[in-house]
C-alpha cells in the first residue's frame, strides 16, 4: 500500500540480507517509526508489546523470529525452542501457529548447513502468500461494494464500517476487511469508511484512520458504541471485519467489540461480513465461545490512554480511580448465524462447516 505515495510493505528484509524491519505501530498515529529485529527474543517481543499485530502479521513476524533463532543455531533443540517462545508470544491468532508449523515443516529433516536459508525462503513464501491471497478477497469482496454503488444516487458514497484494525498494517500488504476497500477506491468508486476508535487500544482510531488517510480512503473516526446509532439511520451499508481466527462451525474470533456490531447489523438488517484468509481457519476447534483462549491483556491498557498534547509530547494518562479493578479481554466470538458470509480468497462463502469444509479441503486434513 502506499503511504503519501510511497509503496511499503508492513514488514521486510533489512539490506543486510538477514535481521528484520517492522514498523513499530505503538508509534503511530503520530510518528512513522520503524524497527530492528535481529534476535528471536526481539521477535516474540515484538509480538507480546504489539509493535506488530493483526492475526497474518504476528504469523509472517514468528516466521522470521525462527530464521533469526536458527541463524544463531540451526539445532533442533534451537528450532523447538523457538517454537516453544514464539507459539506462546499471542494466544488467539491462529495464524501464529500456523506459521511456526510452516516454517518447522520446511526446515525439519534437512542437514544442519541448508536450516537457516530454508527457513528465510519459507518465511518469504509466507509474505508473499498472504500478499496475494489478501489481493484475491479485494477482488472477490469487491462486487459488494459495486452492487450497492450502483444503487446509489450519483454522488452518493458506499459507508462501510469496520472495527479495530485489519488493514494492511495487520498483514504484510492490503489487508483483509480492508483489501476490497482499497480496490474500491482506487478503481473509482466513491467509498467512505467509518472506522471504530477499538478501545482500549484504539486500533482503528490510531491505525485504521492512518492508513486509511495515508492512501487517500474518505473515512470518519467514531467511537466505539456509535455503530448501532449509525446503522438506525441507515448511514451503514454493510460491515467488513478482519478475524484473528474462525472455527470448523464458521464462529469468528475478533477484537472485543465485534460481536456487539454484528448484532447491531442484524437487528437493522446491514450485511455483515468475515474478511477471511485461509490461514485463520480452526478446524481443529469446533464451537468458538467455549474453546478459544480469550487474551487478557494488562489493565494499564484500559486505565491509561496516550496521545499527543499540545506541545507535542507524547503523554500517557490515567483515565480510571485508583484502586478501581479493570478487566481487559481483548477479543470475542460473533456465532456463525449472526454473519452474513465469509469474503475468502476463493470466493464468498456461507460461515458454516460444510461451506469452511469446501472451500478448503487441504485445511481440513487430519481435524476432528
Same mark, same amino acid.
Given at each position: ?27 503511530? +498515529?503520530?510518528?512513522?517509526v ?7 527474543e ?25 530464521c ?23 494466544p ?14 520446511a526446515?525439519?529433516?534437512?542437514p ?31 462486487p ?7 444503487r ?15 488493514g ?21 468508486l ?89 490461514p ?11 474453546e ?9 491498557e ?22 478501581? +479493578?479493570v ?42
Open positions: 500500500m502506499k503511504v503519501d505515495g510511497k509503496a511499503m510493505r508492513s514488514i521486510w528484509v533489512e539490506p543486510d540480507g538477514w535481521s528484520v524491519g517492522i514498523i513499530d505501530q505503538t508509534a503511530l +498515529p503520530h510518528r512513522l520503524t524497527a530492528r529485529l535481529a534476535t528471536i526481539e521477535a516474540a517481543q515484538a509480538i507480546r508489546s504489539m509493535l506488530v499485530r493483526g492475526a497474518p502479521l504476528i504469523g509472517a513476524v514468528a516466521a522470521y523470529g525462527v533469526l533463532a536458527l541463524r544463531a543455531d540451526a539445532s533442533e533443540e534451537s528450532l523447538d525452542r523457538a517454537y516453544a517462545v514464539l507459539s506462546g508470544a499471542r488467539t491468532a491462529i495464524n501464529l501457529k500456523w506459521a511456526l508449523d510452516e516454517i518447522a515443516a526446515v525439519r529433516n534437512r544442519r548447513s541448508e536450516r537457516c536459508a530454508a527457513a528465510y525462503r519459507r518465511a518469504a513464501e509466507i509474505c508473499d502468500q498472504d500478499v496475494a491471497i489478501n489481493s484475491a478477497i479485494g477482488r472477490n469482496g469487491l459488494l461494494i459495486e452492487a450497492i454503488a450502483a446509489k444516487k450519483p454522488g452518493q458514497s458506499v459507508n462501510v464500517l469496520t472495527h479495530c484494525n485489519a494492511w498494517l495487520a498483514t504484510v500488504d492490503v489487508g483483509t476487511a480492508t483489501a476490497p476497500i482499497y480496490l474500491a477506491h482506487d478503481q473509482g466513491p467509498v467512505h469508511v467509518f472506522a471504530d476508535e477499538t478501545r482500549p487500544r484504539n486500533q482503528g482510531a490510531s491505525l485504521t484512520a492512518w492508513e486509511l488517510g495515508r492512501h487517500g480512503v474518505p473515512h470518519t473516526v467514531i467511537a466505539d458504541n456509535t455503530g448501532g446509532h449509525l446503522m438506525q439511520h441507515g448511514l451503514v451499508d454493510l460491515v467488513i471485519v478482519g478475524t484473528d481466527r474462525v472455527t470448523a462451525n464458521g464462529d469468528v474470533c475478533n477484537k472485543i467489540g465485534t460481536y456487539l456490531k454484528a448484532l447491531a447489523a442484524r437487528d437493522n438488517g446491514v450485511p455483515f461480513y468475515v474478511a477471511l484468509p485461509s485463520t481457519i480452526d478446524f481443529t476447534t469446533a464451537d468458538g465461545v467455549s478459544i483462549p480469550i487474551e487478557q491483556r494488562s489493565p494499564d484500559v486505565a491509561t490512554v496516550t496521545g499527543r498534547a499540545a506541545d507535542g509530547r507524547i503523554e500517557t494518562v490515567r483515565i480510571v480511580p485508583e484502586g478501581s +479493578p478487566a481487559n479481554y481483548a477479543f470475542d466470538v460473533t456465532p456463525a448465524r449472526l454473519i452474513t458470509g465469509l469474503i475468502t480468497e476463493r470466493g464468498i462463502i456461507a460461515a458454516s462447516r460444510e461451506a469452511l469444509t469446501g472451500a478448503f479441503p487441504e485445511r481440513n486434513h487430519g481435524a476432528q
